[in-house]
């Protein structure tokens, strides 16, 4: 079980662009069956992660390209999403469901499954 340390920062509907639903307080808790990272979890990190966390970057620290690389920032990603503070409001927003989907594979132990 990953040691969550989760800074408290305001989320509203204008933090990443998401709406105000997306970003509510609930940390989901780890099912039976946790989200596939080959199947969810990996599609939504490179459609709304990489756009700016890839190999050589400028723009934003970290390169998310990799199972390895998100695995070993998966901390601090949890920290952003559940925060609400990424993406930013100019990237593309996660959906509630995208949120969820990544919450919960985090809360999981972010599986290499």
């Known amino acids: 079980m990953l040691a969550l ?4 920062a305001g ?18 808790t780890c099912p039976a069956t946790p ?34 690389n998100v695995y070993a920032n998966r901390g601090s990603m949890l920290n952003q999403a559940y925060s609400c503070i990424m993406p930013p409001s100019s990237g593309p927003p996660l959906t509630a469901d995208e949120r ?4 919960t594979w985090f809360v ?5 499954n």
């Open 11 to 28: 989320c509203t509907s204008g933090d990443n662009g998401a709406d105000a639903g997306a970003c509510d307080r609930r940390l989901p």
């Open 108 to 112: 999981c132990g972010a599986p290499n």
């Open 5 to 8: 340390s989760l800074g408290i």
């Open 35 to 68: 989200p596939s990272y080959q199947q969810t979890v990996g599609p939504i990190i490179s459609q709304k992660c990489v756009t700016c966390h890839y190999p050589g970057t400028t723009i934003a620290k970290g390169d998310f390209s990799t199972y390895a």
């Open 100 to 103: 969820t989907q990544l919450l």
